[in-house]
């Protein structure tokens, strides 16, 4: 039977080509952000600091790919109501609603203090160590999704993305890279795998240059087809080799570590 998915963020960078890349996969899409959908009238506008729009919006899925709210660093206001609070409506209205599986768009900055030490891949199981406010609001969404399985049965994949976008733009993005036609290939394997309860994944391309293991989302299905090392040569002789001094080399979440809030 077709699904029925809420895609909230859908007017964003990833929600633009999930439009058109997951309903070949078997999906019926609703659309929802607090922007204006282009192309989409029946999409539906709010904020997800509004618990009863939320949970409309919820009502009828069969699951929700979580992507809306702020994805950069931002004062700590406006992270705690679109990231945290939006969040935390979003899971009440999956339980009230008896919804029963989220995808929950993580990021590299819930762990983006973790050292690049060069020792082996790094896995999905490490303890979180966010490097902006913006990482510490997807720790609390990875902590949400965790006591919701538990405590209400709601499943949930934490998918922490890497550098999602058309293409890598960045020696860094050489090794953080997730193609947009992988992302929607591990999307649909969090969809679909059995008995997640709340699995955390690692999100990139089977990228040559990779710092993350991805055998945790390997296990759900996902099987990369992309790797960032064909934009390698173009991305090198632009910005040459990633000065090892510098913090995109040293952490996994590069220059994140290094910005300050606006206030
Ligand atoms: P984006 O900024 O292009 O899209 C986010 C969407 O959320 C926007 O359309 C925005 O209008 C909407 N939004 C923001 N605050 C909202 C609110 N209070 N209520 C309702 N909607 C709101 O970001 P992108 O790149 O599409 O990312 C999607 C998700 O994936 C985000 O949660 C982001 O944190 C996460 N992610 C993205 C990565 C990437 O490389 N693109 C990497 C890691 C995580
Ligand atoms: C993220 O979490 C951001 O949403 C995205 O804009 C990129 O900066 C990405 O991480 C990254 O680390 O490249």
Redesign the pocket.
Known sequence: MTQTILL?????????FLRTQLPPYGYRLRL????P?PDAPDSLA?????AAAVREAVRGVDAVV???????EDSFANIL???IE?AYNLYEAVRQEGVKRVVF?????AVGFTPLTGEGLIGSDIPPRPDTY?GLS?VFGEGLASLYADKYGVETVS???????PEPRSPRALA?W?SPADCTRLIHAALTAPGVGHTVVN?ISANTRAWWDLSSARALGYEPQDDAEAYAAEILAEHGELDPAHADARLLGGYFTTVEPPV
């Open positions: 909230t963020g859908a007017a964003g960078g990833i929600g633009t929802a952000d607090v922007k959908v709010f904020d997800l600091r509004d979580h992507l809306g709210g702020i994805a950069l109501g679109s990231n939006g768009a993580s990021s590299n900055h913006y997807k998918i922490r993305i890497g550098s999602c976008f953080t997730l999100g």
